[in-house]
């Protein structure tokens, strides 16, 4: 797939079509997924003007990129002119209903996916919004909002096919732009703080998104774990219209419908995540935590609930709600499988989604990890390291990189958080400016994922080093990455 570099400034409105139109090729920005992730909002109005068309291209492209496991799959586009169906094999546009129908008449763009499950648009629905946002620059401009109230609109004029199960309403609107803040910290220390800005840009990640059910069975580090939680259901820097603390993924009246009901599954036993504070359900509280639930491996337990969950991955998320019923809670689990398969593919690991879950497989693996009785699985996400190789990458800074560590340390110790994208013995030394060997902090086999390690500024023989700045190596392969810290205390 060819991704061309493009600015926004530059691009053209969607002109008035007669037949079909062909939109651009999708541009790749600089943002990283975790960051479009941690940035996102809603903006439900106050749109003036026009979007370039390429907004729309990206967006299109983007939701048409995501599986989906329906028989169908429509999209439709209202704008000032027109009603139109996109065929996202030749990325064309074509007219399905004369004349401006739009729910809201400042808006730019209003997408609407049609398509028989719930699960299946809010994967669409995710991918759109996030595609619509990274056209942020310090100040964004490129705004939008699901909206039930659209989608209602247009089912009733806009004629489709199949019922469009969401409306994406676009417009142009200030908005605060993409926002690196960390609020995702744990309150008991159960997990590490998550990455809120990654390596890999949204586009590029989302051209090679294929999800993979081979795993080697091998256990991630808490840090992917952290950082899969996070990308599924963590809280945002922003506050919602009524107050709350926002997430990686929007929620019909900001209900939050997933709160407390996402499930880890691991060697280890079976845990709860909060995002919440405890007791857990104050909406307008952040945190990022593990409640332990269950001991012990559960995992062949969940694994012979249903043949479709893939039966060699070491952890699985359990996404659960506790009404399948309505559009709300099941849009909401594709939103946050969405993240959850760019989230692995960001890793550099395997993640596979057994979605949609059947009447039988709901209650199987609801007794499997004796799960509460008012709470439905609808979703099993199983994640590890990829037994089938992993993508090609040029360059060694794809295969191991540094992704967070301080320059200056004062007291305390040091913490350097690494990403491996391909298992292997990973070697971590200090050194000093001349060269010399301080202290061998690490060397150790390693599954792909995020790791971290600890410096506490003492030598081999365990004597706190001189002030100064060392040199610290981090080797995997024939890959070598540095990283220099100065003591100063
Ligand atoms: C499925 C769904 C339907 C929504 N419908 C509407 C709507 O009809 N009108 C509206 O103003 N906002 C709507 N929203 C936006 C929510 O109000 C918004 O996502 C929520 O307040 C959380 O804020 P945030 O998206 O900024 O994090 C909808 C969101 C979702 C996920």
């Given at each position: 797939m060819l991704l061309l570099l493009l600015t926004i400034g530059s691009a053209a409105q969607l002109p008035v079509l007669t037949r079909t139109e062909s939109l651009p090729a999708p541009v790749v920005h600089a943002h990283s997924f975790e960051l479009l992730a941690n940035s996102r909002y809603s903006v439900h109005s106050?749109?003036?003007?026009?979007?370039?068309?390429?907004?729309?291209?990206?967006?299109?492209?983007?939701?048409?990129?995501?599986?989906?496991?329906?028989?169908?799959?429509?999209?439709?586009?209202?704008?000032?002119?027109?009603?139109?169906?996109?065929?996202?094999?030749?990325?064309?546009?074509?007219?399905?209903?004369?004349?401006?129908?739009?729910?809201?008449?400042?808006?730019?763009?209003?997408?609407?996916?049609?398509?028989?499950?719930?699960?299946?648009?809010?994967?669409?629905?995710?991918?759109?919004?996030?595609?619509?946002?990274?056209?942020?620059?310090?100040?964004?401009?490129?705004?939008?909002?699901?909206m039930k109230w659209a989608t209602d609109y247009a089912n009733s004029n806009w004629q489709p096919a199949h019922p469009i199960l969401m409306v994406n309403v676009l417009g142009r609107a200030p908005a605060r732009g993409v926002d690196s803040t960390l609020?995702?910290?744990?309150?008991?220390?159960?997990?590490?703080?998550?990455?809120?800005?990654?390596?890999?840009?949204?586009?590029?990640?989302?051209?090679?998104?294929?999800?993979?059910?081979?795993?080697?069975?091998?256990?991630?580090?808490?840090?992917?774990?952290?950082?899969?939680?996070?990308?599924?259901?963590?809280?945002?820097?922003?506050?919602?219209?009524?107050?709350?603390?926002?997430?990686?993924?929007?929620?019909?009246?900001?209900g939050y419908f997933l709160t407390g009901k996402i499930y880890l599954v691991t060697g280890d036993g079976v845990s709860r995540y909060w995002n919440r504070l405890p007791p857990g359900n104050n909406l307008a509280t952040r945190d990022?935590?593990?409640?332990?639930?269950?001991?012990?491996?559960?995992?062949?337990?969940?694994?012979?609930?249903?043949?479709?969950?893939?039966?060699?991955?070491?952890?699985?998320?359990?996404?659960?709600?506790?009404?399948?019923?309505?559009?709300?809670?099941?849009?909401?689990?594709?939103?946050?499988?969405?993240?959850?398969?760019?989230?692995?593919?960001?890793?550099?690991?395997?993640?596979?989604?057994?979605?949609?879950?059947?009447?039988?497989?709901?209650?199987?693996?609801?007794?499997?990890?004796?799960?509460?009785?008012?709470?439905?699985?609808?979703?099993?996400?199983?994640?590890g390291e990829a037994a089938t190789g992993i993508r090609e990458r040029s360059g060694g800074e794809n295969v191991l990189r540094i992704v967070r560590a301080q320059p200056a340390v004062r007291r305390g110790s040091l913490r350097i958080e690494y990403l491996l994208r391909r298992a292997g013995l990973v070697r971590a030394e200090v050194f000093d400016l001349a060269g010399r060997p301080v202290k061998v902090l690490l060397e150790q086999q390693q599954s792909a994922g995020y790791h971290s390690l600890v410096w506490d500024g003492t030598d081999s023989h365990h004597q706190p080093v001189r002030r100064g700045t060392y040199l610290i190596t981090l080797t995997t392969g024939n890959v070598t990455v540095r990283h220099k810290v100065t003591w100063s205390r």
């Open positions: 106050g749109f003036d003007g026009t979007l370039p068309v390429q907004v729309l291209a990206n967006v299109l492209w983007a939701m048409s990129r995501v599986p989906y496991s329906g028989a169908y799959r429509e999209f439709y586009v209202a704008t000032a002119d027109n009603v139109y169906r996109y065929d996202p094999d030749t990325r064309t546009l074509s007219i399905h209903l004369a004349g401006d129908h739009r729910y809201n008449s400042g808006s730019a763009y209003e997408i609407g996916v049609a398509t028989p499950r719930h699960e299946d648009a809010g994967m669409s629905i995710q991918a759109g919004l996030l595609a619509a946002i990274a056209f942020w620059t310090d100040t964004g401009e490129v705004v939008c909002c699901p609020v995702a910290i744990s309150s008991d220390s159960s997990l590490p703080a998550p990455l809120v800005n990654g390596i890999d840009t949204f586009e590029i990640l989302l051209a090679e998104l294929a999800p993979d059910s081979q795993f080697t069975g091998i256990p991630p580090s808490l840090e992917t774990v952290s950082q899969l939680l996070w990308a599924a259901y963590g809280v945002t820097p922003h506050r919602t219209s009524n107050n709350r603390q926002g997430l990686t993924v929007p929620s019909a009246i900001a990022h935590r593990l409640e332990p639930l269950l001991s012990g491996d559960w995992r062949p337990a969940l694994r012979s609930a249903s043949n479709r969950i893939p039966s060699t991955a070491p952890l699985y998320l359990i996404i659960c709600v506790d009404d399948t019923s309505t559009y709300r809670t099941m849009q909401e689990a594709g939103f946050a499988v969405f993240n959850l398969l760019m989230q692995t593919r960001a890793l550099g690991i395997n993640g596979y989604a057994t979605m949609p879950l059947t009447l039988t497989e709901r209650s199987a693996v609801r007794n499997a990890l004796m799960l509460p009785a008012n709470e439905f699985p609808v979703a099993v996400f199983a994640a």
